[in-house]
Each structure stands twice: as structure tokens, then as C-alpha cells.
């Protein structure tokens, strides 16, 4: 991970440790059949979990010192691997800085409404009037996304950003579902048709460049290949 900055090699160094970073072949929400995957579920354990949250808190923190990220109030994490990531990242966040995040709040949908007790979507902080920003684990085809942030819209909140710990560098599906067809990549046409700020902790390209010499050269190879395969035109 030499060629890595170290926040990146750290990071991916806790993604392998925990075996959340695996190679394989793994089918995607896209459908797209993938040799490599990131499963943020297996940061279960406290110093994972920790490590993942401050990998999100010190980016985040860091985009708010450059500009890179306007303020917002509340961070959100889409159901169900957004959700631990979200509110983890809220208490580092105040750990972190106390004056600045101390008062952040988190909130997270339910995939299915309630329908007793407080009944809804949303657990945590309520969104309207709020700037949300959106923290979760991965962007492939950019769907988990738009469905987050329609369901903050419909809630009434502003969407402020989205952080997630990997872009996976890939194209949008096409509407007639050929994937061998050019498309723009998912995280551009996100920050357009939306015109918010995405980051990311790491990439795909972070991770081939990181694991050489760590995962086979037959992992590699393969992963390289998907890379080219769903590559942006743009
Ligand atoms: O960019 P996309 O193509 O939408 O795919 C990426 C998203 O898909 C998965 O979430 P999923 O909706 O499967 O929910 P989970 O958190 O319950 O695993 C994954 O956790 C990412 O958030
Ligand atoms: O696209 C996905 O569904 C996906 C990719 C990945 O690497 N990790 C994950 O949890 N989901």
C-alpha cells in the first residue's frame, strides 16, 4: 500500500484486516456480477467499527475546512449498511471536533414503513427544513442514492453531500439494460442532475493500486478486467 496517501492505505489496510475487501465473484444490486466486493456489514466489530467512522469523520471534517462540503445538520445513512456507518460517524464526528459537530444529529430510513408505535420511515433526527448529508458504504450503479435522496425530499430535507467509503468507478446501467453500451460514470451524473458534492474515502482505483503484491495476481487481473468492462465514457 506504499503508493497509497495514508489515510487511504490505513483505511484499506482496516477493510482488509476485517475482511470486508474480498475477491471472488459476487453478484451486485445492479446485477452486475463483480470479482471483488466491499461488504461494510463486516466492520462489526469495535475497532473496525472505529476505524470506519473516523475514516468518514476526518474526510468529512476535511471537506468542511476546504469548502468541499457546505454545513449540514443531519447525517443520514440509508437502510441497512448506511445505518451504523451514518451514526457512527455522527459520534466521531463530535468526538472529533465538539464545538463544530457536537450538535450534529443522525437520522436513517426503514426499508418498509411502520405502521404502530411512532410509526413512518424515518428513526433519529426528523429531516424537514434540515441539510442532510448522506454517509454510506458504496456507489456502483448510483440507485441505493437517488432512492435515499428522494426519500429525504419527500421528508422535506435538503440534501448537503454524500460521502461513501468506496466509488466503485462504474458506468450508469443503460435504460435498455446492455452494459456494453458507453454511459457516463454514476457518480458524475449524480453530482449533475443533482449538483452535490460526493466523496470518497477510496476508489476502485485506490484499491488495485493498493492491493498489489497483497491479494493474487489472478484476483488482480480480474478486477482490473471489470474495471475496464464498466468503465465511464467519461
Ligand atoms: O450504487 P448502487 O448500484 O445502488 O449499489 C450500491 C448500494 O447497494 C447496496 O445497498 P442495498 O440497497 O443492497 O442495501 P443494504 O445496505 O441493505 O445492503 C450497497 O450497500 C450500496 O449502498
Ligand atoms: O453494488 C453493490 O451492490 C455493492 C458493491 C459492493 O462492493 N459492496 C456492496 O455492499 N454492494
Known sequence: MASLPPHKADFLRAAVSGGVLKFGSFEL?????????????????????????????????????????????????????????????TIRLGQLDAAAYGAKCYSFDRKEAKDHGEGGNIVGAPLKGKRVLIVDDVITAGTAKREAIAKIEKEGGVVAGIVVALDRMEKLPSPDGDDSKPMPSAIGELQKEYGLPILAILTLDDIIEGMRGLASEDDIRKTEEYRTKYKASD
Open 29 to 89: 444490486k445492479s446485477k452486475r456480477i463483480s470479482p471483488y466486493f466491499f461488504n461494510a456489514g463486516d466492520f462489526y466489530r469495535a475497532d473496525l467499527l472505529e476505524a470506519i467512522a473516523t475514516a468518514y469523520a476526518k474526510a468529512i471534517a476535511e471537506a468542511r475546512r476546504s469548502g468541499a462540503l457546505p454545513d449540514f445538520d443531519v447525517v443520514f445513512g440509508p437502510a441497512y449498511k448506511g445505518i451504523p456507518l451514518a451514526t457512527a460517524a
